[in-house]
């Protein structure tokens, strides 16, 4: 397997949350064709604890996309109506700990750059599904994940290799289906891994910190529409409800006790010039250093959507589509990482911790694995970006993905070889 071949595949054909058939087809293929016992779908994802899940006209028509794409439709069966999340185990020859790696692998909703010096458009890897994108390096992830997996297969050990392929990570929306599923709930050491991040290339972090907790709302504003000049009283104005609340939700207060956030990205309402709108939607966040914070700053946010909307006659329902916490990551796993770092000549620069400044919804999967004695961490590994983060320019220098695999695999034989003694 040529990681960057898979790697480039992976970006031409990008996959939105809830969405990524093809992706988790291959997935499932190429885990099994090396040997790994694998499960997906609802087997490892509780339905109705997925966040933000898009309109069921999109997912069938991701659906159809990947099967006409050649996609397995035995496998494509079990993942219908966007339970797209993969589990692969792999059994060592003895009894040892399990030890688990967890890869995201959606995209987003960003149409790629056709700039010429862009890399993937000048090679022939860019987007082949205009309007999504690998703007955040989960290609790479998935890619690492599944080189890795066929690296590992070759070796022996004792224990248990796990590896978690998570969808909607972006806006976190897939991670809690999949950590109430339970399939955590047997780790002893969970890696979780982020490329890029502000990192040089041939830097990395034994671990992340400065996770910020976050939640997502949308919010539907609900009135009564009206001639807007022959009898604007008697219309309910949704839209001016919605205003309402994003201008007073951009004046909430700071915390201080810790950095806090709130962005209103989504306002849409109205169809005329002429007529009282009577719906209006808004999709929003809020974010906190901690994760007490962001419950409070979460309750402040609503209360303010739903005076908005009864300031104007108006009724206001709320619904959380993506949710992260906080997490803090073990000393003993960062440093492990950073031993076994130190014997891959690829990786010069070394820090104990480099800060997130962001959300993750892998919080949820390293907070459970340790409320039940194991350790984590969230290792970024440093690779040269072209444009920032979700970015129509953003892309990676792919050394960085070989070398991931080789560290994966020296901290896998640590872990299980060590640990079973």
Request: some cysteine.
């Amino acid at each position: 397997m040529d990681i960057i071949e898979l790697r480039r595949d992976l970006h031409a054909h990008p996959e939105v949350g809830f969405t990524e058939f093809r992706t988790a087809n291959r997935v499932v293929l190429e885990l099994r064709s090396n040997g790994y016992s694998v499960s997906y779908g609802a087997d490892v994802m509780v339905p109705e604890w997925r966040r933000g899940l898009p309109p069921s006209t999109q997912i069938d028509l991701a659906y159809e996309r990947a099967k006409n794409d050649g996609a397995d439709e035995t496998i494509l069966q079990g993942m219908r109506g966007g339970l797209t999340g993969v589990v692969a185990t792999l059994k060592g020859s003895a009894p040892g700990p399990t030890v688990a790696f967890r890869f995201d692998m959606d995209a987003l909703p960003i149409v790629e750059s056709t700039d010429s010096e862009h890399v993937p458009n000048a090679n022939g890897f860019a987007s082949l599904y205009r309007g999504e994108m690998h703007a955040c390096g989960h290609d790479g992830h998935t890619a690492i994940g599944l080189a890795f997996a066929k690296a590992m297969s070759a070796r022996k050990f004792a224990g248990t290799l796990k590896l978690i392929f998570q969808p909607a990570e972006e806006g976190g929306r897939g991670a809690k289906s999949m950590v109430d599923k339970g399939v955590v709930d047997d780790v002893d050491f969970l890696i979780c891994c982020h490329l890029g991040l502000d990192l040089p290339l041939h830097s990395i972090s034994g671990g992340a910190c400065d996770f910020l907790a976050s939640t997502k709302l949308m919010a539907q504003f609900h009135g009564v529409s009206a001639h807007a000049a022959a009898a604007p009283e008697k219309g309910r104005n949704a839209l001016l409800g919605a205003a309402t609340a994003l201008l007073n939700i951009h004046a909430l207060p700071r915390f201080s006790s810790g950095a806090t956030r709130v962005n209103v990205g989504v306002l849409e309402g109205g169809t005329a010039p002429n007529i009282i709108p009577d719906t209006a939607k808004m999709v929003l966040e809020c974010r906190a250093e901690s994760y007490e914070v962001n419950q409070d700053l979460e309750q402040r946010v609503r209360t303010i959507l739903l005076h908005s909307a009864a300031k104007h006659g108006l009724t206001c329902d709320i619904e959380t589509i993506g949710e992260a916490a906080t997490a803090v990551c073990d000393h003993e796993l960062k440093s492990l990482v950073l031993d076994a770092a130190k014997f891959i000549e690829f990786f010069t620069e070394f820090k104990d911790e480099h800060p997130l400044g962001a959300s993750e919804d892998a919080t949820f999967f390293i907070r459970r694995v340790q409320e039940l004695g194991g350790k984590a961490t969230y290792s970024i590994l440093g690779t040269t970006i072209a444009a920032p983060h979700h970015n129509p320019k953003f892309d990676i220098d792919e050394q960085i993905l070989p070398a991931t695999v080789q560290l994966f695999e020296r901290i896998a034989m640590i872990t299980l070889q060590t640990r079973a003694e």
